[in-house]
């Protein structure tokens, strides 16, 4: 499956909690019921804003391709925002997941 495929998915097993797409940095992503995005999708991975030291956010930056979330190239990256790589789009549900949990 392509990312966006993937991203549609994870969408879709996501819809019951009020979640719905949208666009953020130009890109598709996740947004609450309150409109506030939590994950996107950048490149070929998903970006889902985990918080800077929690448990989630520590794993998911230790995935081997992951790296805090740079929408800019700028090298100014978001600390609490990590990209999943699409290596690991099984763990997409987990951490979008996560990310919807935490207050925005």
Known sequence: MTPQEDFERVAAQLADLGVVTSKVF???AYKDANGKAFACLF???LACRLIS?????IEALALPGAA???PS????PMKDWVVVPHTDT???ITYAEAAYRRPR
Request: glycine residues 14%.
């Open 26 to 28: 130009g890109k598709p």
């Open 53 to 57: 030291g929690t448990e989630e956010h």
């Open 90 to 92: 099984a763990r997409w």
């Open 43 to 45: 490149r070929d991975g």
């Open 73 to 76: 190239d700028r090298h100014r």
């Open 68 to 70: 805090l979330f740079d």
